[in-house]
């Protein structure tokens, strides 16, 4: 059995709010996120063809903004964008006006939910939401980690990248009925495990650039 970890972009810029998995999507071809994006649309269709023509075992999982201790210093997410920022004295950068939304999901539940979707017969392939129904703006992000933090960073706007998605939100109906799956950690909480993790992070790299 194999677990495809796929991802919310497939459904791109969503003209459906909360974007199920029936939902088709809306995604630029030939646009600067393009490749990622068509990348993991063409993954999940080799995925359900090698199901059809050969009786693989799949799951496919589609994963929304998942965060957490233990993400990489520079992986360019928001989440660790921000909390680095912060933590780091700088400004927090915004794109556009931080109006468009997020759901962000604690790493703890990401990971249940692919046990429980491991555990399902072989009648569940997915594709399946996994993600936190919590919808955020980028710009209360940005203010939770600042008030969060006791940090005296400024949000500083830029212009909005190309094919940027202004809408994310999953609905996870279907993971509820057949994982039995929901999120339980709240935003607050998990940034702030995630907070305790960086700081710790940035403090062992000062003291190895001071040895």
């Known amino acids: 059995m194999i677990l495809q970890a796929s991802t919310s972009e497939v459904y791109g810029d969503p003209a459906v709010h909360p974007q199920t998995e029936a939902y088709w999507g809306n995604v630029n ?21 090698y199901r059809r023509q050969h009786n ?10 998942t965060y957490g201790p233990r993400m990489h210093l520079n992986d360019g ?25 997020r759901s962000f999901c604690y790493v703890d539940d990401l ?7 491991m555990a399902t017969g ?3 392939a997915g594709p399946i939401n996994l993600g936190n129904p919590r919808e955020f703006t980028i710009r209360q992000l940005a203010e939770l980690v600042v008030e969060m933090t006791g940090s005296r960073s400024k949000l500083v706007e830029k212009p909005l ?3 940027d998605r202004m809408q994310r939100k999953p609905d996870i ?15 607050e909480e998990g940034l702030r495990r995630t907070v305790e993790y960086f700081e710790g992070l940035l403090s062992r790299k000062s003291a190895e650039a001071a040895q």
């Open 29 to 49: 071809a030939i646009g600067p996120r393009s490749c990622y994006d068509e990348g993991k649309r063409c993954a999940e269709t080799l995925f359900f063809d």
């Open 56 to 65: 693989l075992a799949i799951k496919v999982a589609r994963i929304f903004n």
């Open 77 to 101: 997410r928001v989440v660790s964008n921000f909390i680095v920022q912060v933590l780091k004295g700088e400004p927090i950068t915004i794109y556009g006006d931080g109006r468009q939304t």
């Open 111 to 117: 990971i249940e939910g692919f046990i429980r979707l």
């Open 122 to 124: 072989p009648d569940v």
């Open 161 to 163: 990248p190309a094919d």
């Open 173 to 187: 109906t279907l993971a509820k009925k057949e994982l039995g799956w929901e999120p339980t950690a709240p935003l």
